[in-house]
RNA sequence: GCCCGAGUGGCGAAAUUGGUAUACGCGAGAGACUUAAAAUCUCUUGGUGGCGACACCGUGCCGGUUCGAGUCCGGCCUCGGGCACCA
C-alpha cells in the first residue's frame, strides 16, 4: 500500500468538496437546524499564525458531526475588516485600506482553505461591503430615530497617536491598547450610544445564558457594575461660617450618590469633581486662587496619572459647607479628582471612618473621622434571633484568654457552623513560644512560626483553624487571643505556672445578661488578672452581640480603659478598640473621636481584616452617635445588617424627602464615533436649520468615498472632511444646505450584529428576512477568544436586544452557547508576535505534517478554553497516529470475519467518548480515546471492516482529508461526510467482568477479576478469600465491609 | 486592593456522583532491524528502600470530614485572567 501522503490528498480533497459544494447549507426546512458560529477575524497584514485556527478548527469539527447527525447546519465565515489597525497599517505601508484589506483577506481564506474547513463560503460577508454596512448604517437611524444615538460635547478619552477619540473600553491600563500611547482627555464632538438604558437588562438576562462559561457572565456583570443605593440632597445655603470667610449667596441642592446611606451620620465632609458645574459657584473669595491652581493641576493630569499612578489623593477646600439633611450638620465642601465627574453625581458625601479613600483624604487634611457602625451580623433575620436565644446559654461557659505583648501576625478562626459564622481571634503565639495548655481538648504546640499544629477540635461543634498573615505587613490589629470551651472543672486544671508562664489576663463570661439594648446583648463579663483567683475582679457590661467582639479586644483592666462604671462608656472603649468593622477603628481614630486610648499594639487593620470583620463580626453600636440629636433614628438602625440599616436609611431619608432610591452603572454610553477614515460613515446630515437629520432609508447605504487622501487631519476633525463633493449634500428634511457628518462607526459597529447576516447574506429588502430568522437563530454554538467578553459580547447583545424591541429579530438574546477558546502560546511560552520572533505559520506546519496532522494536535493539546504552549514535537504524536491510521488498513480482512468481543466493545465505548465529548468541548479526550482505539487496532493481526469503517467516521470531523480519502479507497462511493454519525450500542459499552479493587483500610491491595453484576456478599466472600487480603486481615478485627457496585470492596480493620 | 480560574511525573495533560492517581501523547533509557544513521517496532519510565516478592511515601502547603479525598469543607501560598479612586 502506498504511504501517507498529506500534500496529495489534502489539496485534491479541498478541490473535490468545492466543486461538490460538498459545504452549502442544508435548505432542508424537515430537519432541525444549528448554527455554528466563529468570531470572524479581523484580517491583519500578518497573516495566520497557528494559534487563531483553534478556535475555527474545534467549530468545524461540531458542524460536520451535526452534520452527520442529520442537522442543517450554518457555518459561515467572515471578514471583520473595517477599524483603526488596517487603516494604520494602510497609512504605513501607504496603501489604501481597501486595497490592503481586500489582499489580507485573500491571504487569510487562503489559508482557511488549507485547513479544510467546512465554511460555506456563498454566506461569507465583509463589514467594509457597502451591502452589508448599508445595514449597519440603517440599524444606526433606527437608534437615532429613538432617540438611542445622540451627540454629544463632553471630553471624551482621544489618543493622540491615532488621532481619534476612544470609547473608554478600548483602554488597557490607562493607555491606547492599539498604539500604548498615553491618551487625554478632549472636548470633541461625538456621536454616543445610549446603551445605559439597556444595562439593567442586559444585566437581567444574563441569568438566562445557561450555556455561557461563567467567567464571562461575571466578567459581563462587572463591567456593567450596577451598584443600588440613594441619591440623597446636601442643600448649600447662605450663611456666614466665619468672620473670615465671605458670605456667599448660593441656595443650591446637589445631590449624591451613595450605597451606604446607613454611613449618612459618619460624614464628615464633602467632594466635588474638579470639573463638576458647581464648583465655580461655590468657592469663596478666599479660596479662588487655591480652587483654581488645583482645577488646573487636576486637568493637567493625564488619564494614566490619574488612575493608575494618582495613589496620593489630592484636593482643596471650596471655602463652603454643605449641610448634611440627618443631623444639620455643616461639612466643609472640598473639591478632589479622586471623585471623578463620569460617576454619580460627580459629588459624594465623605465618609473616612467607612471609606478607604475618604480616610485616607480626611487623614492627609486632618479632617475628622466619625464612624457610623450599624450593628449586623451575616445571617438572615431568623438565624439572628437564634442566635440571640441560643448563645447566652450556650456559651456560659466560654473561657477567653487574652495574651499581650503579641508580635506576630497570627490569629485563630473560630467556626461556629451552626450559625453560619466564624469568629476570628486576632493574634496568635510568637515564635517559640508555647501558648497554654487548656485541658483535654488541648492540641496546641508550638513548633515555630510555620509549624503550628492547632486545636483539632475543641467541643464538638466548635473547629478552630490556623489562620496566617503575611509576615511583611506587621500591621494587623493584634490581640493575641486563645479561645477555650471548658468545662467548670476543667478550669482549674490549668497550671498556675502556666498561666504565669503567659501573662495571660484571663477574661470569663461568668454570667450573662440578657437584657437587650439597642438590639443588642449585654454580656456581664467578669475580668481578673493572672494570678488572681478565678472570677474575681470587677464586672462590667459589655454591649456585644457576640463574643468575637471581646475577644479582639486588647484592652486590659490595668491600663484603666475598664474602670467599671457604667458611664465612662467602658462597652465602647472595648468595642472600638477591636470591632475591626473599618478603618476607622485604628489607633488614629480611636485616639480623634472618643478619647478611648486603644490598646497597645492596636494598629490600623488592613483590607483582608476589615472584610473579614465585615462579613462575620457582629457591629457596635456608635458612641459619639448614640447619644447625640439623631438618638431615633441611628438607634432604631442598631442591630440590623447593613442591608437592612441600609434600605432603612432609605426610606427615612424618602419619607424626608431628603434623597430617593437610585441605581448607578459603571457601564457607560458607548461612544460611537471616530475621526478616522476607515469606518461605515454615520447616516447622518447636518443641516443648520434642521440640525441632525438621518439620512432617508432610500438612500443608504451613505458609501464611503474612495479617495486618495486619507491621513487623519489632526485637528481632531475625520480625513472625510476634506472631501467637500461629498460633505456638502442636500438636507433631506428641507432640501436646503447640508454637511454630511464625517466621523465614521468603530470597529465594533459591524460586529456587533454581522451574525444575522449570515443568516440571509443577499436579502437586500432588509437586514435579516424575520422567517428565514427564526428558524436560524439564536447562534447555537459561538466561540472565540476571551478577550472579547466585555466589548463585542456586550455590543452585540445591546444591538440584538434593540433589534428586538423595534421588531426585526424573534429572539432576545444572540448567542446560545459560549464557549472561548484558550490562546496558543509559542514554544518560549510568550504570546506569538513578531516581535519576539516567535510565530509559527500554519502554511509551514500544513506543508511539512499536513492539515489534518495539526487540527488533530491542536485538539490534543489540552484543554480547549485553556491557553497552551506550543510544540512541534508534540505534534509528531498526532501525525503518527494518523499515520497509524493509514497504517491499519492493510490489515483488513473480509466482511465476514468476526469482529473480537472486546475490540468490538471498545470500538463501542470509543464511539460513545468521541460524540459525548465533542458535545462538551472535551477534543482532547476525543482525540486521546480515538488514539486508544487505534492501538488496540495495531494489535490485531486482522481487523474488520465495519470497526475500521466506524472509526473513519468518527475521525472525519478531526481529520476530514485523510478519513474521506480511506473512506473512498475502501469502496465507498459517497462522501464519508454524507454518511450518518454511528451510534453505539448501549448493551455494549457494559463490560461484563471487572477489576473489582478490594482495599484495606482504603487502602489498595488486591484487585480480583469478578462479573459486573456480583452480589454484594458474594464480592465480600470473595474479597475476603483473597491471599493478599488475609494477610492484612489476620489477627484483626474485621469492623465492616463496604461494597460499592461496580468498584470496589474496602475491608475495615482494627 | 477587589473579583474569577488554576496548581497532578522530566513536559502537554487524564481521572463519571468521593472509590485502582498519572489514561493518551511528548521526552528519556534499553533492545530489535540496519554496514551505519534516520525511520519503524518491542520493552522500561512518580519517588525512596530492597536481589526479590514487596513495603512506605506521593496530586502546591496546613488542617478537617469520611471506611476511603486529586475530587468535599476551612485556611494559607503561588501562578494565570479580569477589574481597578465606581462613592
Known sequence: MNKYN???????????????????????????????????????GAGLHVGHPKGYIATDIFARMKTMQGYNVLHPMGWDAFGLPAENFALKNKIHPRISTDKNIATFKKQLGRLGFSYDWEREINTTDPEFYKWTQWIFLQMFERGLAYESHEPIIWCPSCKTGLAQEDLENGRCERCDSEVERKPMRQWVLRITDYAER???????????????????????????????????????????????????????????PDTLFGATYFVMAPEHPLVKKITTKEQKTEVEKYIKFAGSKSELERTELAKEKTGVFTGSYAINPVNSEEIPIWIADYVMMGYGTGAIMAVPAHDERDFEFAKKYNIPIKPVVVPYFEANGDMKEKVREDMPTKKRNVIYALVKNSKTNKFLLIKWPEYKCSTYVVGGIDEGENIINAGKREVLEETGYKNLKFIKEIGSEVHVNYYAMHKKENRYAIARCMYYELENEERDEISEEEKNKHKAVWVSEDDVDKDMTYGNIIYFWKIFKKGEEYFTGEGIN?????????????????????????????????????????????????????????????????????????????????????????????????????????????????????????????????????????????????????????????????????????????????????????????????????????????????????????????????????????????????????????????????????????????????????????????????????????????????????????????????????????????????????????????????QESRIKDDLNRLLHKTIKKVGDDIKEIKLNTAVSAMMILVNALEKEKEISNEVYEKLLLILSPFAPHIAEELWVELGNKESVFKQKWPKYNPELIKDEKIQLVVQVNGKLRDTIEVDVDIFEDDAKVKALESEKIKKWTKSKEIVKIIFVKGKLVNVVVK
Open 542 to 894: 459589655i454591649n456585644s452581640d457576640f463574643p468575637d467582639e471581646v475577644l479582639g479586644n486588647t484592652k486590659t483592666p490595668e491600663t484603666g480603659a475598664f474602670d467599671g462604671s457604667e458611664d465612662c462608656y467602658p462597652r465602647c472603649g472595648i468595642q472600638t478598640c477591636h470591632s475591626v468593622n473599618s478603618i476607622a477603628h485604628s489607633k488614629e481614630y480611636v485616639k480623634n473621636s472618643n478619647g478611648v486610648e486603644p490598646a497597645e499594639g492596636l494598629e490600623p487593620s488592613n483590607h483582608k481584616m476589615t472584610n473579614l470583620y465585615s462579613h462575620h463580626a457582629a457591629g457596635t453600636s456608635t458612641p459619639n452617635l448614640l447619644y447625640q440629636e439623631n438618638k431615633n433614628i441611628t438607634k432604631s438602625l442598631n442591630g440590623l445588617t447593613t442591608k437592612q440599616a441600609k434600605e432603612k436609611m432609605i426610606e427615612w431619608l424618602e419619607e424626608r424627602g431628603l434623597g430617593k432610591k437610585a441605581i448607578n452603572y459603571k457601564l457607560k454610553d458607548w461612544v460611537f464615533s471616530r475621526q478616522r477614515y476607515w469606518g461605515e460613515p454615520i447616516p447622518i446630515i447636518h443641516c443648520e436649520k434642521c440640525g441632525a437629520v438621518g439620512v432617508p432609508e432610500k438612500d443608504l447605504p451613505v458609501k464611503l468615498p474612495n479617495v486618495k487622501e486619507y491621513a487623519p487631519s489632526g485637528t481632531g476633525e475625520s480625513p472625510l472632511v476634506n472631501i467637500k463633493e461629498w460633505v456638502n449634500t442636500i438636507c433631506p428634511k428641507c432640501g436646503g444646505q447640508g454637511k454630511r457628518e464625517t466621523n465614521t462607526m468603530p470597529q465594533w459597529a459591524g460586529s456587533s450584529w454581522y451574525y444575522l447576516r449570515y443568516i440571509d447574506p443577499k436579502n437586500n429588502k432588509a437586514l435579516v428576512d424575520k422567517k428565514k430568522e427564526k428558524y436560524w437563530s439564536p447562534v447555537d454554538f459561538y466561540v472565540g477568544g476571551a478577550e472579547h467578553a466585555t466589548r463585542h459580547l456586550i455590543y452585540a447583545r445591546f444591538w440584538h436586544k434593540f433589534l428586538y424591541d423595534i421588531g426585526a429579530v424573534n429572539y432576545e438574546e444572540p448567542f446560545k452557547k459560549l464557549r472561548h477558546v484558550g490562546l496558543i502560546m509559542a514554544e518560549d511560552g510568550r504570546k506569538m508576535s513578531k516581535r519576539w520572533g516567535n510565530v509559527i505559520n500554519p502554511d509551514d506546519i500544513v506543508e511539512k505534517y499536513g492539515a489534518d496532522a495539526m487540527r488533530v494536535y491542536e485538539m490534543f493539546m489540552g484543554p480547549f478554553s485553556q491557553s497552551c504552549a506550543w510544540s512541534t514535537n508534540g505534534l509528531v504524536g498526532t501525525r503518527k497516529f494518523l499515520e497509524k491510521i493509514w497504517g491499519v488498513k492493510s490489515r483488513i480482512k473480509n
Open 6 to 44: 498529506h500534500k496529495k490528498i489534502e489539496s485534491k480533497w479541498q478541490k473535490k468538496w468545492k466543486e461538490d459544494k460538498l459545504y452549502k447549507t442544508g435548505q432542508d426546512k424537515k430537519k432541525p437546524k444549528y448554527y455554528v458560529l466563529d468570531m470572524f477575524p479581523y484580517p491583519s
Open 202 to 260: 442586559m444585566l437581567n438576562d444574563l441569568d438566562k445564558l445557561l450555556e455561557w462559561e461563567s467567567s464571562i457572565k461575571e466578567m459581563q456583570r462587572g463591567w456593567i457594575g450596577r451598584s443600588e443605593g440613594v441619591e440623597v440632597q446636601f442643600q448649600i445655603t447662605n450663611y456666614t461660617r466665619q468672620a473670615s470667610t465671605s458670605k456667599l449667596q448660593i441656595d443650591e441642592t446637589i445631590k449624591v450618590f451613595t450605597t451606604r
